[in-house]
C-alpha cells in the first residue's frame, strides 16, 4: 500500500499525460406552477394550449407573468397544432439527444391562434424543400409522456394528425425532469496524471513547491499561497484525521449507499489540505471531528486510476488527534 510516512517520491516525468472521455451529466428536476402545468398536461392529451397577455397577444409556450405588467397569467388559450415557419437553420448533422437523428430544421413556428412562435424541429427531408412562410404541423410522439417532446417534430403541411379525446385520469402534470449532459476528452496535467498512476500502484502522492512548501493531496498545479509550481510530490501514508464530516440521511436519484452514512473530511498525515472520502466500519452518530482513520482498500485486482481504488476509511483505534493538528482544517 502506502508508506508509514510521508516522503518524497521518485517520479518519471516523461510519461504522457492520461487522457480519457469524461461524461458529465445529471437530471435537472423542477415544479412547473399552474400554468406550465395546463401546457404539459394538454400536450400529454395531444393538445396545444398558449395564454393570454394583458396586450391580448396569446403566448406560446405560455408565459407564467406578463410580459407588459408582469403580472402572473391565468387565461389558457387553444391554438391550432398547424401554424407557418417565422423563420429557420438547417441542421445538417444532428447530435445526440436532437429530436432526429438523419438532417432537419430548426425552425420558428407560429401556431395558428399563437402570436409568439414556439422554437422545434421540422423534418423537411432537405433544406431546399423548407422556407420562411412554409406551412408545418405537429407530429405527435407514440406515448406522450406531459414534455415539450410530445411534440416528436412538426412535418410539412396543413394536414393535422387526427387527435381522439379520450379520458384522461392521471393526475396533471406537475415537475419536469430535463437531462443535461457534456461529453469532453479531458487530458490530465502533469501532477494529475501522476497522482492517478500513484493511485494504480497502491500509492497517494501528494505535490508541494519543495522541501518547505506545504503537501496538497490531491495535488494541485500551484501553491495557492504563493503561487509557485508544485515541482515535488511526496508520497503520503494512507492513515489520515477527521477533521469535518456530514451525515447522509436523505436518500437521492444515483445514491449507491443507503443512509445513513457518513462523508467526512479527511487529513493524511502529512499532507496540509484534507479531501472527502466515506467513514464506515462505525455507526454514523459515533463518527467525530478529530477521530484517527484508516483506507481500506479494494482488492488489487480492482484498482485502476482514480480515488476509490480507496473502498472507504475506518476508525483505526487510536486515541483521537490533539484539536490543534486539525483546528485550521475544518
Do not use: C
Not at 395564454?51 to 405560455?62: I, K, M, N, Y
Not at 429530436?99 to 407560429?110: N, V, Y
Not at 395558428?112 to 423537411?124: F, I, N, R, S, Y
Amino acid at each position: 500500500m502506502s508508506a508509514s510516512q510521508s516522503s518524497p517520491a521518485s517520479i518519471d516525468e516523461h510519461q504522457p499525460p492520461l487522457s480519457a472521455p469524461l461524461k458529465l451529466s445529471f437530471d435537472y428536476t423542477r415544479s412547473v406552477g399552474s400554468t406550465l402545468s395546463r401546457f404539459f398536461t394538454e400536450l400529454r392529451n395531444r393538445h396545444v394550449v398558449g395564454v393570454r397577455g394583458s396586450d391580448g397577444r396569446v403566448l406560446v409556450p405560455p408565459a407564467e407573468y406578463d410580459p407588459v405588467t408582469y403580472a402572473p397569467l391565468t387565461e389558457i388559450v387553444p391554438v391550432a397544432s398547424a401554424g407557418t415557419v417565422v423563420s429557420w437553420t438547417w441542421q445538417p448533422n444532428p447530435l445526440e439527444g436532437q429530436p432526429l437523428q438523419r438532417p432537419f430544421a430548426w425552425a420558428l413556428i407560429k401556431l395558428d391562434g399563437a402570436d409568439t412562435p414556439l422554437l422545434h424541429a421540422v423534418d423537411a427531408g432537405s433544406a431546399d424543400a423548407i422556407s420562411t412562410g412554409a406551412r408545418v404541423h405537429v407530429h405527435w410522439a407514440d406515448e406522450p409522456v406531459g414534455a415539450i417532446t410530445d411534440i416528436a417534430y412538426f412535418e410539412l403541411g396543413d394536414d393535422t394528425e387526427p387527435v381522439e379525446d379520450v379520458a384522461d385520469d392521471r393526475d396533471p402534470v406537475t415537475l419536469l425532469v430535463s437531462p443535461a449532459s457534456i461529453e469532453i476528452q479531458h487530458t490530465a496535467s502533469l501532477p494529475e496524471s501522476t497522482f492517478l498512476r500513484g493511485l494504480e500502484e497502491g500509492k497517494l502522492l501528494g505535490a508541494r513547491t519543495g522541501a518547505g512548501g506545504k503537501v496538497y493531496f490531491p495535488p494541485r498545479e500551484a501553491d495557492p499561497g504563493t503561487g509557485q509550481p508544485t515541482t515535488e510530490f511526496v508520497e503520503l501514508p494512507d492513515k489520515g484525521t477527521v477533521t469535518t464530516f456530514a451525515i447522509i440521511n436523505i436518500p437521492f436519484a444515483g445514491q449507491r449507499i443507503k443512509p445513513p452514512y457518513v462523508a467526512a473530511y479527511v487529513l493524511l498525515d502529512g499532507a496540509d489540505i484534507p479531501f472527502l472520502h466515506l467513514v464506515t466500519e462505525i455507526d454514523a452518530a459515533d463518527v467525530r471531528m478529530g477521530m484517527r482513520v484508516e483506507a481500506v482498500w479494494k482488492p488489487r485486482e480492482e484498482w485502476g486510476l482514480g480515488i476509490d481504488n480507496i473502498d472507504y476509511f475506518r476508525p483505526t483505534g487510536e486515541p483521537d488527534a490533539d484539536y490543534d493538528t486539525y483546528k485550521h482544517h475544518q
